[in-house]
């Protein structure tokens, strides 16, 4: 087979194999969303080395790993994350059993949809909301409520399912790595019950290649003897920063050879990522188009991407710059 | 291809290929090490009912999970858990550079394999000792420690790598369940680091696909800026008892639809896995053959099966006797 980095070849190399009397083929571009430039060909050139049984880079398909950040990384993060306006919504759906948010706060502001009024809160607020939304339920019913949730909530800023405004060049690399015996991960600091009811169908990643964050479940046996896990309102496991290695060796238990982030929250995992002792390859999704989608890096209060820019530069690490290196943001409208 | 229940049809159906111009060819047994009976029939017929497209009970590929427990249930846990039999070694290994452990508790009777002078310690003794032997490293240094070990111990009670005191039943188990496109998981209540350095090449599972009890891991930077993750003394998970059924959701995400244990404490996984909507399968593995292998049940300190066996009763959970449904227990010696 072709490596993609030849396509530009391929006609010429299709003439040859005509001659030879073989049928024609050449292996399309496994990444034609991203524009021909340093970025793609950094990744072009880590896959083929740690692939290539002639490498000495060559990395055998068990280890080869690749964890990807959820939000900002996979789908956009802007203005609020997607699991906070799924937690107002919720808020507004269970509202019509409670009158009395409608003047009690927080639900008051999460009704309304009013993220100042829940920041004057403070933490304790948004706490308030994540409980009440994400936990005194089963386990399998929190996965129907986020299920029949994404399957028909909207961005208001994009006027898209929230599953369409995961960015298109990162769905091309994550397949393009699966074609090549790599296996995905996603690892978030998102609610890991609420990522993996559609993070197949959405990123093609099982629930089982999902870590994030987590509250405490609690085994039981209902009057029928049928066991059920409830969610409770206590957090378990904070799969953020330093927590994302931490995150990594309890659910995977190797070190990844590949790792893509976007902010502040991701510079541990790109930093154990990239203390591999074998090949590696890290990289921050860089938001710098403000037409397409949003620009934001070093004062943003969401996604933040500071000490990430400053370790990259020292480390040498790729910055994708969303408006230079991607030729389309989101996937075509269906 | 033939269901593997007609495989004594085969040399019937074989000519009957012959006899349509096909080459003759037929599956071979894929549970040879099992002997014909009820637990190899319903094995058969529950796999072949969840793979059969036609079948009411088809279960999609990416829903068929299958969990085991590790110690008791695909390897031997007599007369001591192996975890323990490595800290012991480790304790000895260590003991090089603490004389004053000759006569110092617990370390004293680690070092002798004296399970009554550990007992008399109480919890606290044994605690200890795995403290001192999991903790205080990288998690990269303990995996080498582990393959080290695993590579070179031997059982003194059956004279073979601990390896080799597997379960070729199971074995053949989990190859016929991955051969029908099951994922296999490990949940076990031992150490999740202690089992995911040898997993793969022992049980065909690899490190992200085993689920266990752990320490705490701290995020580190070293002195060069290379990150690491240092194993802690301090428990963080339990993975045993009603801990499973938690473990199977926080690391997998679904609910499996088989499941296999041997002690009570894994009933609260094959509750788990009896109580889901669709089809589904449990087992425990009764350790019945005191000539093979160690006879145990409700009343044994390792591996009790007491409320378990009382369950699979009133549950019609398949019972598998090593003695009658097990034609062999350990793989051939090499």
Redesign the interface.
Not at 249 to 255: A, E, L, T
């Given at each position: 087979m072709f490596k993609s980095r030849f396509a530009g070849q391929a006609s010429v190399v299709a003439a040859t194999w005509i001659v030879l009397g073989f049928p024609a083929f050449a292996q399309a571009d496994p990444l034609p969303s991203w524009n021909e430039g340093a970025a793609k060909t950094a990744i072009v050139a880590f896959v083929d080395k740690v692939t290539d049984h002639a490498s000495p880079d060559f990395v055998q398909p068990?280890d080869r790993?690749a964890t990807f950040d959820n939000d900002g990384t996979l789908w956009t993060e802007q203005p609020v994350y997607t699991q906070l306006l799924f937690a107002f919504d919720r808020i507004r759906a269970m509202a019509k059993d409670h009158p009395e948010w409608a003047t009690q706060e927080p639900y008051k502001s999460a009704i309304a949809g009013d993220m100042k009024g829940l920041e004057a809160l403070g933490e304790k607020g948004l706490v308030q909301i994540i409980a009440t939304t994400h936990a005194g339920m089963t386990?399998?019913e929190f996965h129907q409520i986020v299920a029949d949730w994404i399957a028909t909530a909207k961005s208001p800023k994009f006027d898209r399912p929230y599953t369409q405004l995961v960015y298109q060049p990162m769905l091309e690399l994550m397949d393009y790595l699966r074609d090549k015996d790599f296996?995905t991960?996603i690892v978030s600091g998102g609610g890991?019950?609420f990522m993996?009811p559609w993070s197949?169908a959405t990123y093609g990643i099982?629930?089982?290649?999902?870590v994030g964050s987590?509250g405490k479940?609690?085994?039981e046996?209902d009057a029928q003897?049928?066991?059920?896990?409830v969610k409770q309102a206590e957090v378990?496991f904070v799969d953020d920063g330093?927590g994302k290695?931490?995150g990594i060796?309890?659910?995977?238990?190797?070190?990844p050879i590949l790792a893509v982030g976007n902010s502040d929250g991701d510079l541990?995992m790109l930093?154990?990522v990239?203390?591999g002792d074998g090949p590696h390859f890290v990289a921050f999704v860089h938001h710098d188009d403000d037409t397409r989608e949003v620009a934001y890096d070093r004062t943003s209060a969401i996604g933040k991407l500071d000490k990430g820019l400053d370790a990259a530069a020292a480390g040498d690490w790729l910055v994708v710059s969303m408006k230079d290196d991607w030729k389309s943001v989101f996937p075509p409208a269906p």
């Open positions: 068990q790993i386990t399998d296996k991960f890991v019950d993996r197949e099982p629930p089982e290649q999902v987590s479940v609690t085994f046996l003897g049928k066991a059920r896990l378990e330093a290695p931490v060796n309890r659910f995977i238990g190797h070190r541990q930093q154990y990239a203390s």
